[in-house]
């Protein structure tokens, strides 16, 4: 059994006279334990929507969920309020994208820390301290005893993330579910940060949904690909035959426009032409076909299924991109 | 190069030294206020009426209940008694120290105050953080009473409290002046509790499976307080004024011999022109106190500004 199977996870946003937004469509993926997947795509895509749809922390007015997360066999979905606060935190854990918002600025990171540890452990006071201090060593925070009293504002940017991090991996959560972790952050904290996770994540077997609109950080990180669009996931691959073999024309599309040390001198990014406005509802074909190079009459007859080809990946295109014969080394690509 | 290098390692030390323990944001606002030549101030003539207030039965040199045969003996209907030895501003347009009384007023004008502005801050803090932690229906209904309060004008509404109780004592000047602000301070907490309902780190205490009544006292209520301490500072200084509106409206305490400065206003009113001093000092004590207020208060608004941070 997986540890997360979601299905059909569908979220409307809408209230009444007003047209509902659709913000994820029928979005179905597994994580098993010690697996690192990836949701990746661009502002708009449905992958936050979808993140917090899982940790239940969507607001419940004017939000339709449907579909079914399931957590190590438990429906999340149908549990109540106070069953789904005790699996948070213990089961679940999740890093946002802004560490300084993230964080009470008006709390020491270390009762933050502490908050967590008592509530989901029950420690007391001096044991739940004790291992705070321990956690922050563990992410790296250098002269973590003193470092506990240091309110978040103290903290430069990368080790507010680092705090974070150890926040939500305080109770050994089995899922660790990361929004964006890196992209408040410069490049150089970024390569830590994700050095960080990617450590603590295989030292601990914790599973992890990784979701980022940057492939590089994908391509370091995550066994399996995710591209979504418009609240559907186009293509699942695993990582390297995502970056050999892209076949959706959004995922080429994508890798085309990011700048690569082994591209020729002189030669031109290529951007995704239009943005996602340009997009059509699903219901009446490909959302990316106004977008898409490809693209022919056959796009908006009807939307594509997402169908299984050969080597366990999954694609929701007509006319996808077909597999060049000389490739970029794999290794290269995914730095 | 030498002298360098010790330099550096005391730069050093002072450096870990300071880091010691964490500033939190109200101790490093706090700093920035002292920084603040305004805020000094407002901070000295708060402190030094807090002083007045609290020895002024020590500091007075006459006894301020009771008539002095000196001064009777030259009061008549046109004539008060001015400054003479033992009596520095003279006598009252009843014969007492008017000095002695004037001191010892500013006790009854803090006790007011203070009260008054805690009696508003409470209820307000609870009307205000109720409908902002709660939400929904609950948030509507207490926010319209609070409408109907604001639509009052201040004065009107503490006139009308004062006057629903058959005989005024300070109790009601303090729940007419202090319901007043009641609104205000709801309205102010509801609306920086909601802002924190929406941010990101109470969404991150959610996502931590922290329990609500926690959320709403640990990571909402110390976030939103802020303007509210400001406003109960401003607060302070708009309940000495009305305080001394409604005792000048005889709405204020009934008992003679207790000594207020919006009182003594209103009694001087009737030999202004016998002698005008009965009602310069009072009036000038109020402003100046208020004016202190208020100066604290604005300073302490922009040293809390999160965009005054440096």
Not at chain 1, 20 to 49: H, N, R
Not at chain 1, 81 to 96: E, I, K, S
Not at chain 1, 264 to 287: K, Q, Y
Not at chain 2, 27 to 43: C, E, I, S, T
């Amino acid at each position: 059994m997986a540890l997360l199977e979601v299905e059909d996870l569908t979220v409307v946003f809408g209230r009444k006279g007003i047209e509902p937004t659709v913000a994820v469509d029928k979005v179905s993926f597994t994580v098993e334990s010690g697996q690192t997947i990836g949701l990746v795509g661009e502002s708009g895509s449905g992958k936050s929507v979808t993140s917090l749809a899982i940790m239940g922390l969507l607001p419940k007015r004017g939000v339709q969920v449907t579909g079914s997360v399931r957590f190590e066999g438990t429906e999340l979905l149908s549990l109540s309020d106070a069953q789904m606060r005790d699996r948070r935190g213990r089961d679940l854990g999740m890093v946002f994208q802004d560490p300084l918002s993230a964080l009470n600025p008006v709390i020491t990171i270390g009762k933050q820390l502490t908050e967590t540890l008592q509530r989901h452990q029950g420690l007391d006071n001096k044991q739940a301290r004790a291992e705070a201090v321990e956690l922050l060593q563990k992410v790296g925070i250098p002269d973590p005893a003193r470092r506990i009293d240091e309110y978040p504002h103290q903290l430069s940017g990368g080790m507010r993330q680092r705090v974070m991090i150890a926040i939500a991996l305080a109770c050994r959560p089995k899922l660790l579910i990361a929004d964006e972790p890196t992209t408040a952050l410069d490049v150089t904290i970024q390569a830590q940060i994700l050095r960080l996770l990617s450590e603590l994540v295989a030292n601990t077997e914790t599973a992890m949904i990784m979701i980022t609109h940057d492939l590089g950080v994908v391509a370091g990180l995550c066994d399996e690909v995710n591209v979504m669009y418009g609240g559907r996931i186009v293509e699942r691959a695993e990582r390297y035959a995502l970056f050999a073999e892209p076949r959706h024309p959004y995922t080429n599309g994508l890798l085309g426009s990011i700048p690569r040390l082994d591209m020729p001198r002189g030669e031109r990014l290529v951007p995704i032409t239009g943005s996602v406005i340009d997009n059509i509802p699903w219901t009446e074909g490909c959302a990316f076909a106004p977008r898409c190079p490809n693209a022919n009459d056959d796009c908006v007859q009807g939307p594509p299924p997402l169908e299984e080809l050969p080597g366990g990946r999954m694609l929701r295109c007509y006319h996808p991109v077909e597999p060049a014969a000389e490739q970029p080394a794999t290794s290269e690509v995914a730095r | 190069m030498q002298m360098l290098l010790e330099r550096k390692k005391r730069r050093i030390d002072e450096l870990a030294a300071a880091g010691q323990g964490g500033t939190s944001l109200a101790k490093q606002a706090l700093k920035r206020m002292l920084r603040d030549p305004v805020a000094l101030v407002g901070l000295v003539i708060v402190v030094l009426f807090v002083l007045l207030a609290a020895f002024a039965p020590l500091l007075a040199p006459k006894d301020p209940y009771r008539p002095y045969p000196e001064l009777l003996e030259n009061l008549t209907v046109t004539n008060i008694p001015g400054p003479m030895p033992g009596f520095l501003l003279g006598s009252d347009a009843d014969g007492f120290d008017f000095f002695s009384r004037l001191l010892v007023a500013s006790q009854q004008t803090l006790i007011v105050a203070v009260l008054a502005t805690l009696f508003g801050l409470m209820l307000g803090m609870i009307i205000g953080g109720l409908a902002g932690a709660i939400g929904g229906w609950v948030d509507s209904l207490l926010m319209r009473l609070v409408d109907v309060l604001l639509s009052l004008p201040a004065l009107i509404l503490a006139v009308s409290i004062a006057a629903l109780f058959a005989r005024s004592n300070q109790w009601t000047v303090i729940i007419a002046v202090g319901m007043v602000s009641v609104p205000v301070f709801a309205r102010l907490l509801r609306g920086s509790m909601l802002a924190q309902r929406e941010s990101d780190h109470v969404l991150a205490a959610t996502a931590l499976g922290v329990k609500r009544t926690t959320i709403v006292f640990r990571h909402m209520l110390p976030n939103a307080l802020g303007p509210v301490i400001v406003q109960a500072t401003l607060t302070l200084a708009t309940a000495i004024l009305e305080a001394a509106s409604l005792s000048y409206l005889g709405l204020g305490d009934q008992d003679p011999f207790r000594a207020e400065w919006g009182l003594m206003l209103a009694q001087a009113q009737r030999v202004f022109e016998v002698k005008p001093s009965l009602a310069f000092f009072p009036a000038g004590a109020i402003i100046v106190v208020a004016l202190g207020f208020t100066l604290l208060g604005e300073s302490m608004r922009e040293a809390l500004d999160p965009k005054n941070r440096r």
